[in-house]
């Protein structure tokens, strides 16, 4: 555990911040989980509880261990709550308005010293530091997912990031035993900068009709060793934040390699997300995943 950063608040219940959440409570920080409803904030919980089950049940995790981590890790609607937190991760929505007005809300509550980092996929560190009180004190941490299982996390500095931030929050990922690789300010990073186009093509490559989604995922997975195929990566990040990043990338970088296939668009206007709202490129209400196209 770090020797500063003891209690860590997070801001959004959903995939990743139960995920950050997991991941920060096994490695013996207090953590708090902030988010707009309680209902968001159990189901999370459960989920967690879920995740650290299935380790005990392979043996990777002792009963006692599961216990431990969860007592470690509080939740509520109230945002007053996240004022003893000596580092802040926000895990919200995929939207920049969204989060500027978090940081508004949040920042007053924090400790002046109290360090705010963004979990953003693809947004300017700079510019959403620019919302804050504390543009030194604020950079990206951006984890991949599912937190648990993946090695890396990308640091992003903002301009105004000063060094003892970017130690601290270096020092901290290396204590939940994750590589850190570090980027530049540029819209969607590496990670994503590279994905992203890829999982935008193969929704192209099922928009002109060239595969089903079954054909397009069976070739990346055997004909290219991907462990996941991109359309059922696709749904796993979530179809919203896909076309959120795809969105930064084209308004961020001007070119239209990066324009957003408009089936992406028409089914995140449908409301389908992919895994979190039970159907995207696949079903998810049956026993199994069925393609949909
Ligand atoms: C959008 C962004 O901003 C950036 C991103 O995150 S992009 C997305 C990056 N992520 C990926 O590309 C994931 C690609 N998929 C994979 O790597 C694999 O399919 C996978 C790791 C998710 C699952 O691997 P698998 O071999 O099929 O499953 P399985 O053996 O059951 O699980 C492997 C580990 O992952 C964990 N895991 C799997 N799914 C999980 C989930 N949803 N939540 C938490 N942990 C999970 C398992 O508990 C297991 O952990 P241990 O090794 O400690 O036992
Ligand atoms: N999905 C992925 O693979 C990855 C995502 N990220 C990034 O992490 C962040 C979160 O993504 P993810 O977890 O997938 O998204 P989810 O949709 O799973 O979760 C987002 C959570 O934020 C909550 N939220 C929305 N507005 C507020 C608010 N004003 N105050 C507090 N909480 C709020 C949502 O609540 P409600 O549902 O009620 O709106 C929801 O619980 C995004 O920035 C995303 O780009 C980074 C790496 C990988």
Same mark, same amino acid.
């Given at each position: 555990m770090n020797a500063v950063l003891k209690n860590i608040g997070i801001i959004g219940a959903g995939q990743m911040g139960c995920g950050i959440a997991h991941v920060s409570a096994a490695a013996g920080y207090r953590v708090h989980i902030y988010d707009l409803s309680q209902d968001r904030i159990e189901s999370g919980l459960a989920t967690i509880n879920g995740n650290l089950a299935r380790l005990v049940t392979n043996g990777k995790m002792t009963e006692e261990e599961r216990k431990s981590t969860l007592s470690h890790i509080t939740g509520s609607s109230?945002?007053?709550?996240?004022? %003893?937190?000596?580092l802040v991760i926000e895990a919200a929505t995929e939207d920049e308005a969204v989060k500027r007005k978090i940081y508004t809300q949040v920042c007053p509550v924090l400790k002046p010293e109290a360090l705010l980092a963004t979990n953003t996929s693809s947004l300017s560190i700079t510019r959403l530091a620019a919302a804050t009180d504390r543009p030194e004190r604020f950079m990206g941490i951006h984890f991949m997912n599912p937190v648990p299982a993946m090695k890396l996390v990308e640091l992003v500095r903002g301009i105004a990031t000063d060094e003892k931030t970017f130690s601290a929050a270096k020092e901290f990922v290396g204590t939940l035993e994750k590589t850190i690789t570090v980027a530049e300010?540029?819209?969607?990073?590496?990670v994503n900068r590279i994905l992203l186009p890829m999982i935008n093509e193969a929704i192209y490559t099922l928009y002109e009709g060239v595969g089903t989604v079954d054909a397009i995922d069976t070739a990346m997975k055997?004909?290219?060793?991907? %462990?996941?195929g991109p359309l059922q990566l696709a749904d796993f990040i979530g179809l919203d934040t896909c076309l959120s990043i795809m969105q930064v990338l084209h308004d961020g970088?001007?070119?239209?390699?990066?324009r957003p296939c408009p089936l992406l668009v028409k089914y995140v206007e449908a409301g389908w997300l992919g895994r979190k709202s039970g159907?995207?490129?696949?079903?998810?209400?049956?026993?199994v995943p069925v393609p949909t196209r």
């Open positions: 109230d945002v007053n709550d996240l004022a %003893p937190s000596d300010d540029f819209p969607a990073f590496i055997l004909g290219a060793n991907h %462990p996941m970088l001007a070119d239209s390699k990066y159907r995207g490129f696949y079903d998810y209400r049956g026993e």
